[in-house]
């Protein structure tokens, strides 16, 4: 599994946000804190940067700010790789920010179950991508297709993943194992996976309290960023 000539840069820090940020503590059941605001990139990078993200309420246009308890990481030292998940590691060809836009596209498809992501919101990573803060992660096949990916948010050594897809076994799962290398390889801290799935737990993904989330968080985002996400 090798990388593919990338195309990042240092991001540089947009304008700030207009709104105040919640307290993630006022957070409901399910773990939304707050409805409204925008999606500019100021706001969601504080966002983040305050143990929030933004993920659409069914019953209107306006965003909401989740912030969950339990939280979802997968830890760094803990990703689980199967024997089968390993060779197709060893047979895929992954690429970083080489195809942000064709991830996100596959990611929000509106046939997927449980599909969240709209059109506000995959304008606002793109723009997010463009300014260097939002990153994806392809898989590839020997044809030469995008089979698979995720993507998501780095800040420092936090990066928040968002969605991930798949169009042949385990090509998401390949993403993420070199997701996590990069990680490692980087000094990052924190892998934020918001909420644990079934699929997410198989891999390693286990919750931890929200206020041990909030309180690994300035260390994280004190790291530099991993210098795969700069080129």
């Known amino acids: 599994m090798s990388d593919a000539p990338r195309t990042g840069r240092h991001p540089a820090e947009p304008p700030p946000s207009r709104w105040e940020m919640p307290d993630p503590d006022l957070a409901d059941e399910s773990g939304l804190v707050a409805i409204g605001a925008d999606l500019a990139p100021g706001t969601i990078l504080a966002a983040y940067r305050n143990g929030l993200f933004p993920m659409p309420v069914r019953w209107g246009r306006a965003p909401g700010w989740w912030s969950?308890?339990?939280?979802?990481?997968?830890?760094?030292?803990?990703?689980?790789?199967?024997?089968?998940?390993?060779?197709?590691c060893d047979r895929a060809e992954v690429r970083i920010d080489t195809a942000f836009d064709e991830v996100i596209e596959a990611c929000s498809d509106p046939t997927r179950p449980h599909g969240?992501?709209?059109?506000?919101?995959?304008?606002?990573?793109?723009?997010?991508?463009?300014r260097g803060w939002a990153h994806s992660v392809e898989t590839w096949n020997a044809d030469g297709e995008l089979?698979?990916?995720?993507?998501?948010?780095?800040?420092?050594?936090?990066?928040?993943?968002?969605?991930?897809?798949?169009?042949?076994?385990?090509?998401?799962?390949?993403?993420?194992?070199r997701l996590v290398e990069v990680l490692v390889e980087?000094?990052?801290?924190?892998?934020?996976?918001?909420?644990?799935?079934?699929?997410l737990a198989t891999l390693g993904a286990i919750?931890?309290?929200?206020?041990?989330?909030?309180?690994?968080?300035?260390a994280a985002l004190a790291r530099p960023l991993p210098t795969a996400f700069t080129g």
Do not use: C
């Open 68 to 88: 969950p308890d339990p939280r979802g990481i997968l830890p760094l030292d803990g990703l689980k790789v199967s024997r089968s998940l390993r060779k197709a």
């Open 116 to 130: 969240w992501i709209n059109r506000a919101i995959k304008d606002a990573y793109q723009d997010l991508h463009r």
């Open 147 to 177: 089979v698979g990916g995720l993507y998501g948010i780095a800040v420092g050594g936090l990066f928040a993943g968002e969605s991930m897809f798949h169009r042949a076994t385990d090509a998401s799962k390949v993403a993420l194992v």
């Open 186 to 199: 980087g000094g990052a801290e924190l892998l934020d996976v918001q909420w644990k799935t079934d699929h």
């Open 207 to 218: 919750e931890i309290p929200r206020p041990e989330y909030l309180g690994r968080l300035p």
